[in-house]
């Protein structure tokens, strides 16, 4: 994961804890998900469009 092992992971989350709180982690996380998710979806967007693009430079 990124080159990260075990231990560097949990110390990355207790201090994720500290800074935010236990109660604003699972917000972020939501936060997260969506943002991965419509960034994910703009890329396959992107693909979609694509060849369209390269057709009507052919015209």
Known sequence: MFG???P???IIVIVAILIFGPKKIP???STFGKTL???KEGL???EEEQPE???DYRS
């Open 8 to 10: 560097e992971v949990a």
């Open 27 to 29: 917000e972020l996380g």
């Open 53 to 55: 693009q390269d057709e």
């Open 37 to 39: 998710r419509g960034f």
């Open 4 to 6: 990260l092992g075990w």
């Open 44 to 46: 396959n967007q992107a």
